[in-house]
């Protein structure tokens, strides 16, 4: 399916300016199910109600509300927070380039790619191609849905990725939570943790190995449902091992992974042959589709995700 604009901005560095197009990059796949009557089969609807009230509310009659004690609020009118949104632009305004090293994964909020618009080509390729020699990501603020962004501009796969990005007091401090510093390691244990790492460790990221088996397995039911025919329950997966002694969990691993080799992980086994092709079986056609049939994204206005 051919990728569709959402939106279109102007990245703005010095006195440059190139106009850009914004697309999804990625999207969930998973499985989503309607709640039904289990009497009739009938969907259900949702309705607001009023505790205090006990009675219906309709969507005209609600007002949005901050809670700033416990069970108290203050309200707040559509136009108030109208008034209080950024300006709208489409100017996404470069603040500075740092290495992409310093930036840690975990402000990454949502990915897009970018695409030159109509007479940006030029510029557009300059920028990819000056940040990718550069070694340099850029930092800038962009106003979404009357709400200022933080964003970060890559060039990857020859062209620029966007991605939005949480603020810092948006990200919870790991400091707050217990690392397990007072732990002991044994003498030995280093050595064998690190030569399990060794044995485990790939030529790179191969993201296509890698499939979400439960939905498979979803869609397969699905469509023996659809099609009437009965459907078996699914054996329970094997229980793994409890090995108390970390010592011993080690060398059973490196035991495990000698005997196997390195079939068993790259699927060439006899059984790691079949368990990837069992990954890689496309789920039936009818429920596939309607898997993979995702809701048309909205065209936003100038400026919006």
Do not use: W
Not at 16 to 21: A, F, L
Not at 261 to 278: F, L, T
């Amino acid at each position: 399916m051919p990728l569709h604009s959402i939106g279109s901005g102007t990245i703005s560095f010095g006195l440059v300016s190139i106009p850009v197009r914004m697309y999804t990059a990625a999207s969930s796949a998973g499985v989503s199910f309607n709640q039904l009557h289990q009497k009739c089969g009938g969907r259900i609807k949702q309705q607001q109600i009023c505790p205090a009230c006990n009675e219906v509310v309709e969507r005209s009659a609600l007002v949005k509300g901050y809670e700033f004690a416990k069970d108290q609020y203050v309200q707040f009118t559509d136009d108030e927070l109208k008034g209080l949104e950024g300006e709208a632009s489409r100017s996404i305004d470069i603040a500075e380039f740092v290495p992409l090293a310093e930036v840690d994964p975990i402000y990454f909020e949502k990915t897009y790619y970018l695409g030159p618009d109509k007479g940006g080509d030029k510029a557009y390729r300059l920028l990819a191609d000056a940040m990718h020699q550069a070694g340099r990501v850029a930092l800038a603020k962009y106003v979404m849905r009357g709400k200022e962004s933080l964003v970060l501009i890559r060039a990857a796969q020859e062209g620029l990725m966007l991605h939005t990005m949480y603020f810092a007091d948006e990200v919870r401090d790991f400091g707050e939570v217990d690392k397990g510093k007072d732990a002991k390691i044994k003498p030995g244990e280093l050595e064998l943790a690190q030569r399990l790492v060794a044995e485990l460790t790939g030529e790179g990221f191969r993201p296509e190995r890698y499939t979400d088996e439960y939905r498979g397995r979803v869609l397969m039911v699905v469509e023996s449902k659809v099609e009437g025919r009965e459907v078996t329950t699914m054996a329970p997966q094997a229980q793994r091992t409890q090995v108390i002694d970390l010592m011993d969990a080690l060398k059973q691993s490196l035991g495990k992974r000698g005997s196997n080799g390195r079939a068993s992980a790259d699927g060439n086994g006899a059984n790691g042959g079949a368990k990837v092709a069992a990954l890689e079986k496309k789920p039936p056609a009818r429920a596939r589709q309607k898997a993979d049939a995702a809701p048309r994204e909205k065209k936003v206005q100038a400026g919006k995700r």
